[in-house]
């Protein structure tokens, strides 16, 4: 960190560039909006997208749609309605929509027929449900993201996700930062990161660390993600190597350790901004540990797992909220960034994303 706090970017060209706060994350991509367990069969459930409701509804036949979550008529939320056959029903007077967006409700007036909702392009995936809320036209050329590790038995993944009070940016900025070890070290002890380098391009940043344990236990749940007990942290001293890749606009992070052919632990991240002016957002992780030597060993530790990730997260989300309240309070964003890779970061997520005129323009 010392050698990268030298390499201090140029503030001056930072100080005419958008306030990265203020960027709007681009919508032509698939974003996850629900876990499929949340929504049961024949089913409806509102979600957001940047200040739009959707109704995301499960007909009968199973395959998830997505409409304009207001209804035509007096704007009442849809995802309060209900799904009969293949429609969803209005709870207010009843209008009926198909997966079009079509008011199909028979026996009313030719006015209320000509009602349409916009529909989303939706898809279902390894128990995500994803919306493509852009340019409807790139729905089937831009790719759906995908995670093997899931469908791969030989990993145990945990889905999570909760709201966070905070721009996006600061999301990724957090995970790709591994020099903020201090703000765990009650959960895992002294950790001293080694910055071994970064790549770069149009659409992605990625950044890798190794770790020195200087201090403190290894806890449990580390045990448990590297399958060994490491009892003096200085023989395993700067062995794992962890990537962290913001691919724009999903962030991911795998932890290879010496000795194993294949990540003990896979991240796929993905954050939905929540409300118009996007200082809100959802998180949905996908966290794949590989299981151990010993069977069910892993399913066993599971629960402790779960609360481990549960602190960080509990952690990591004080930190960024903290961050956002303090834009708030000074009216902008007086980072003073000195650690290159954030910087690179930061310019991929202005670069991608959508300048805010632009995205009020689009939203008219
Ligand atoms: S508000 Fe939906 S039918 Fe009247
Ligand atoms: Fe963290």
Not at 42 to 58: L, N, P, S, W
């Amino acid at each position: 960190m010392e050698n990268e706090l030298h390499q201090i970017s140029d503030h001056s060209a930072c100080a005419v560039q958008i306030d990265l706060r203020r960027v709007r994350t681009n919508p032509d991509f698939w974003y996850p909006v629900a876990w499929s367990r949340e929504l049961g069969g024949e089913k409806a459930i509102d979600v957001r997208f940047a200040g739009q409701h959707i109704v995301i509804v499960r007909p009968k036949s199973g395959v998830p749609y997505a409409l304009d979550g207001l209804c035509a008529h007096r704007q009442v939320l849809l995802g309060k309605g209900k799904v009969c056959g293949d429609q969803i029903s209005c709870p207010a007077h009843g209008l009926r929509y198909n997966r079009d967006g079509q008011c199909v409700s028979p026996n009313v007036s030719a006015e209320a027929q000509c009602l349409r909702l916009k529909s989303w392009a939706c898809r279902e995936k390894d128990g995500l449900i994803f919306v493509f809320m852009g340019d409807q036209s790139l729905a089937e050329i831009v790719p759906l993201p995908d995670f093997p590790r899931v469908r791969d038995t030989r990993y145990r993944t945990r889905r999570f996700g909760q709201m966070v009070n905070c721009h996006y940016s600061f999301m990724h900025e957090n995970l790709m930062d591994m020099n903020h070890q201090v703000l765990h070290s009650r959960l895992v002890g002294k950790m001293k990161p080694r910055f071994l380098g970064m790549d770069h391009g149009d659409d992605f940043v990625e950044a890798r660390y190794t770790f020195a344990r200087t201090g403190g236990k290894q806890p449990l749940s580390e045990a448990l993600i590297y399958g060994q007990r490491r009892r003096d942290g200085r023989d395993f001293a700067y062995r794992d190597v962890m990537t962290i890749r913001t691919h724009y606009p999903y962030q991911s992070l795998r932890i290879e350790t010496q000795g194993i052919e294949e990540p003990v632990m896979e991240l796929w991240i993905s954050y939905v901004p929540q409300d118009r002016e996007q200082m809100t957002n959802r998180v949905f992780g996908l966290l794949s540990i590989k299981r151990l030597k010993v069977p069910f060993l892993l399913d066993l530790a599971w629960p402790i797992l779960v609360a481990f990730t549960e602190r960080v997260f509990f952690e990591d989300r004080e930190i960024v909220e903290l961050e956002q309240a303090a834009w708030k309070d000074l009216g902008g964003d007086h980072n003073r960034e000195v650690f290159p890779v954030i910087n690179q970061l930061r310019n991929l997520l202005r670069r991608c994303g959508q300048a805010p005129e632009s995205a009020e323009k689009a939203a008219l």
